[in-house]
């Protein structure tokens, strides 16, 4: 299993520019989380999904888009990239069963710049 | 490839005990470890940790990082009931990547 992965590992955007940061899962986990993480500050949810066609607001979300089509993807959009939305992004799964909670997996990250 | 390894993943023990989580490491070009508590969605920060044998303490919990082995520990001393969470080590390297362990699930039983 690769587990988590992300798509870039970088990228710098101009202000005003649009991008999708991908994110696909192989452990057939029905949650997906993205988080993004300022330089000294802990990890913020952007936007959490319960399974494919089921999206939720983090704490956040604005300036920020998800889907989720699949189970495996759950990729994140800016639309208009602000220089506040310079920060590492990571995107996480887990597997819910029933009300117990399990540990989340990792990906490697996107670090983004917005100039 | 960069690793984070947590041990135990799961450890259930009885209000008043005392637990120790580890965390080992091996990675490129290391900047500091970061331990964090994940009770429902994000996970909150605890410490930071970059210098060997100095100690961090908030509360019931400390923790220190040992360069030598690679590792860190979290100690949380006499367990109350919301203590029960993931525990969360990370590892941030020269790129200013952050990798993460699967974390250990702690139950503090009443």
């Known amino acids: 299993n690769a587990g988590v992965t992300q798509t870039p590992k970088f990228r710098i955007l101009k202000i005003g520019q649009s991008m999708t940061l991908q994110c696909t899962q192989d452990?057939?986990?029905?949650?997906m989380y993205w988080y993004r993480q300022d330089p000294g500050m802990g990890l913020k949810l952007i936007y959490y999904?319960?399974?494919?066609?089921?999206?939720d607001k983090g704490e956040v979300p604005n300036g920020y888009n998800v889907s989720r089509s699949t189970t495996e993807d759950f990729p994140l959009r800016l639309e208009l990239a602000a220089p506040s939305q310079t920060s590492v992004y990571f995107c996480?799964?887990?597997?819910?069963?029933?009300?117990?909670?399990?540990?989340?997996?990792f990906g490697p990250g996107t670090r983004l710049t917005v100039l | 490839e960069d690793k984070v390894v947590q041990s135990p993943l799961s450890l259930v023990v009885h209000e008043g005990d005392t637990v120790t989580l580890n965390c080992s490491y091996e990675?490129?070009?290391?900047?500091?470890l970061l331990w964090y508590k994940q009770e429902k969605k994000a996970p909150t920060f605890l410490f930071m940790l970059?210098?060997?044998?100095i100690e961090k303490k908030s509360g019931r919990l400390s923790s220190i990082l040992d360069k030598k082995e690679l590792s860190s520990i979290l100690n949380i001393t006499a367990t109350q009931t919301g203590d029960s969470a993931i525990y969360l080590c990370?590892?941030?390297?020269?790129?200013?990547?952050?990798?993460f362990g699967t974390g250990t699930r702690l139950t503090v039983i009443p």
């Open positions: 996480a799964s887990s597997k819910m069963v029933g009300s117990s909670y399990n540990e989340q997996f």
């Open positions: 452990m057939n986990h029905n949650y």
């Open positions: 999904s319960v399974g494919a066609g089921i999206t």
């Open positions: 990675v490129t070009n290391f900047r500091s």
């Open positions: 970059t210098s060997s044998g």
């Open positions: 990370a590892v941030k390297t020269g790129a200013n990547n952050l990798f």
